[in-house]
T-cell receptor, first 115, second 113 residues
Framework: AQSVTQLGSHVSVSEGALVLLRCNYS??????LFWYVQYPNQGLQLLLK??????LVKGINGFEAEFKKSETSFHLTKPSAHMSDAAEYFC?????????????FGTGTKLQVIP | NAGVTQTPKFRILKIGQSMTLQCTQD?????MYWYRQDPGMGLKLIYY???????DKGEVPNGYNVSRSTTEDFPLRLELAAPSQTSVYFC????????????FGPGTRLTVL
């Protein structure tokens, strides 16, 4: 069974500071990994995803994440936080085998950006 | 493309009432999903469909039913609403492959009193 753990339900950073949101996963097969962002009263939008190949993945709005198989991690980073980054972020893992894509979501991390 | 649309945006139900949450996508996606989102719990899969006429249960299907008569529509039916079904419901769709992105609708906020 696959699972996702997001460390920290709330993270606060100052505007201009580094953003680091942590995600660890477990999967019995090579995973596909996703980060989604949810702005207030909206649905989820894809930030970035890792499927195969390069382990450092760049996404929208200056975010990137690195797949580290040895650490079973897929942490999300952004060098300099902007006020517009305040949102909830979800890490997700997808099982690559089987008849359908089962996606398991983490419980989310709310990012607060302090001016 | 409108993407994934959901109606209504908000609804208040009384215990025991029933209702249908509508979901439509115009991207010709085969796969469609219904999730519920509760605070601090992430998203839980209720039902999914891999194509017209094919549906299956997810993690939390009790109290819900779905149908998929067309590629575009995937309604979620609540029978005998209960307070435990107070949640935000999201519909999502994706094309086919395991690496494809899921596209989410804006959600329906349901309160059962």
């Amino acid at each position: 069974a696959q699972s996702v753990t997001q460390l920290g339900s709330h993270v606060s950073v100052s505007e201009g500071a580094l953003v680091l949101l942590r995600c660890n996963y477990s999967s019995s097969v090579p995973p596909y990994l996703f980060w989604y962002v949810q702005y207030p009263n909206q649905g989820l939008q894809l930030l970035l995803k890792y499927t195969t190949g390069a382990t450092l993945v760049k996404g929208i709005n200056g975010f990137e994440a690195e797949f580290k198989k040895s650490e079973t991690s897929f942490h999300l980073t952004k060098p300099s936080a902007h006020m517009s980054d305040a949102a909830e972020y979800f890490c997700a893992v997808s099982d690559v085998t089987g008849g359908y894509q089962k996606v398991t979501f983490g419980t989310g991390t709310k990012l607060q950006v302090i001016p | 493309n409108a993407g994934v649309t959901q109606t209504p945006k908000f609804r208040i139900l009384k215990i025991g009432q029933s209702m249908t949450l509508q979901c439509t996508q115009d991207m010709n996606h085969n796969y469609m999903y219904w999730y519920r989102q509760d605070p601090g719990m992430g998203l839980k899969l209720i039902y999914y469909s891999v194509g017209a006429g094919i549906t299956d249960k997810g993690e939390v299907p009790n109290g819900y039913n779905v149908s998929r008569s067309t590629t575009e529509d995937f309604p979620l039916r609540l029978e005998l609403a209960a307070p435990s079904q107070t949640s935000v419901y999201f519909c999502a769709s994706r094309r086919e492959g395991n690496t494809d992105t899921q596209y989410f609708g804006p959600g329906t906020r349901l309160t059962v009193l």
